[in-house]
């Protein structure tokens, strides 16, 4: 049974940096294939699509925010990492990461989510 | 960069009624298209796969169709679980972008 779970800070000021963490089961990330990927959604809005890290260190990043990202894995503790530097109120959201399918990038399991707010 | 449309944005309807969602991408592929329902509070959940392959516990009533550049949804009968957003997503190429979702509310 795979599951994932997000954890990391509620509240971030700004200019600080973000760091949430994917702690992951039912799967291995050295696995061909595999990939876990960020995905968030700010309050009463649409999902975007951050970034993914394959089970081969390959890492893909969202272009409108590739300057401030870094997705990392610990693949001994089933972690993925990932970092937004520089934070902004528009960063707030609920941060998921999500499975990758080893055969194409759609999610078939997500975490359930962990709301990161902005503010000073 | 692929933009995906959805429309309607929001779509009223009774339970029992039909439902089609549609999804446009800005550029033609073939079936590297995904749908997710999502209810308030809850993540995402992976619908259909493949533009047209239901994915492990997804109820018959959903279908889904489409290659190129237009996907449908369809819901034969709405059951009250249904009513929720749906985004698609595209996975033919970088970003992976999401559509901005189609409301299905309660008539």
């Known amino acids: 049974q795979i599951t994932l779970k997000e954890s990391g800070p509620t509240l971030v000021e700004p200019t600080q940096t973000l760091t949430l963490t994917c702690s992951f089961s039912?799967?291995?990330?050295?696995?061909?294939?595999?990939?876990v990927g960020w995905i968030r959604q700010p309050p009463g809005k649409a999902l975007e699509w951050v970034a993914l890290?394959?089970?081969?260190?390959?890492?893909r990043y969202s272009p409108s925010l590739k300057n401030r990202l870094s997705i990392t894995k610990d693949t001994s503790r089933n972690l993925v990492i990932l970092t937004v530097t520089n934070v902004d109120p528009m960063d707030t959201a609920t941060y998921y990461c999500?499975?990758?399918?080893?055969?194409?990038?759609?999610?078939?399991?997500w975490g359930q989510g962990t709301l990161v707010t902005v503010s000073s | 960069e692929i933009v995906m449309t959805q429309s309607p944005a929001t779509l009223s309807l009774s339970p029992g009624e039909r439902a089609t969602l549609s999804c446009r991408a800005s550029?033609?592929?073939?079936?590297?298209l995904a749908w997710y329902q999502q209810k308030p509070g809850q993540a995402p959940r992976l619908l259909i796969y493949?533009?047209?392959t239901r994915a492990t516990g997804t109820p018959a009533r959903f279908s889904g169709s489409g290659s190129g550049t237009e996907f449908t949804l369809t819901i034969s009968s709405l059951q009250s679980e249904d009513f929720a957003v749906y985004y698609c997503?595209?996975?033919?190429?970088?970003?992976?972008?999401f559509g901005p979702g189609t409301r299905i509310d309660i008539k």
């Open positions: 493949a533009a047209s």
């Open positions: 999500g499975h990758r399918n080893p055969w194409d990038s759609y999610y078939d399991h």
């Open positions: 997503q595209q996975y033919y190429n970088w970003p992976l972008n």
């Open positions: 039912g799967f291995s990330l050295t696995t061909a294939g595999v990939g």
């Open positions: 890290i394959y089970w081969d260190d390959d890492k």
């Open positions: 550029q033609s592929f073939s079936d590297n």
